[in-house]
């Protein structure tokens, strides 16, 4: 079984500034795929980024990067110079890879505020 | 390329009522998975479908079913409402089953008085 950990509730961020919101994972699976997510107030989920378990270099999507360390199982999110549009719950999330099916798990997720 | 579309996107059922939600995923995605999503129990995987077939399932009861179409469309139905079965249903879509990115759609809110 997988489980995701986010400890951060919420977040506060003044814009322009650097934010990163913590993700710890726990899986027995060798071969795994992270993701994170923005949920808007509006509720759809928006893909932010990936970083595959076996990949060597951090996964970076313009102002969002992965810090991944796979021996601390931690996947954190980077983003650089914070948008007043920021302000979302982010979910990081985990999906084994294997030929047949699984599921992605989500975490409890963070609430991030930017302010201006 | 159109993204992963959910009708409705607002519903209002009262106790006892069934409930049938659409979902159409991204052009050329086969996969397509649910989600409901309430403040207490946070994101739960419903079902995955892929190809016409249900490939996975996650613990919820008899009540919530789902199917899928042959143009890759999908609809959920939740029979004999509870007040517990309010939450926002999710409707995610990818290329294929293991490992690819899913996509979500705006979702359906869903309110049982």
């Known amino acids: 079984a997988q489980k995701i950990t986010q400890t951060q509730p919420g977040m506060f961020v003044q814009e322009k500034e650097a934010v990163t919101l913590d993700c710890t994972y726990d899986?027995?699976?060798?071969?795994?795929?992270l993701f994170w997510y923005k949920q808007p107030s509006s509720g759809e989920m928006i893909f932010l980024i990936y970083?595959?378990?076996?990949?060597?270099q951090n996964a970076t999507e313009g102002r969002y990067s992965l810090n991944f360390q796979k021996a601390r199982k931690s996947a954190n999110l980077v983003i650089s110079a914070s948008q007043l549009g920021d302000s979302a719950m982010y979910f990081c999330?985990?999906?084994?890879?294997?030929?047949?099916?699984?599921?992605?798990?989500f975490g409890k997720g963070t609430m991030l505020l930017v302010s201006p | 390329k159109a993204g992963v579309t959910q009708t409705p996107r607002y519903l209002i059922k009262t106790r006892g009522q069934q409930v049938t939600l659409s979902c159409s995923p991204i052009?050329?995605?086969?996969?397509v998975s649910w989600y409901q999503q309430t403040p207490g129990q946070g994101l739960q995987f419903l079902f995955e479908?892929?190809?016409?077939?249900?490939?996975n399932k996650g613990n919820f009861p008899g009540r919530f079913s789902g199917r899928q179409f042959s143009n890759s469309r999908s609809e959920m139905n939740v029979s004999t409402l509870e007040l517990g079965d309010s939450a926002l249903y999710l409707c995610?879509?990818?290329?294929?089953?293991?490992?690819?990115?899913?996509?979500f759609g705006p979702g359906t809110r869903l309110l049982v008085l």
């Open positions: 995610a879509s990818s290329l294929d089953l293991g490992t690819e990115t899913q996509y």
């Open positions: 899986t027995s699976d060798q071969s795994y795929g």
């Open positions: 970083q595959g378990s076996y990949d060597e």
């Open positions: 999330a985990m999906r084994p890879r294997t030929s047949g099916y699984s599921t992605l798990t």
């Open positions: 052009s050329g995605h086969r996969s």
């Open positions: 479908y892929f190809s016409e077939t249900q490939r």
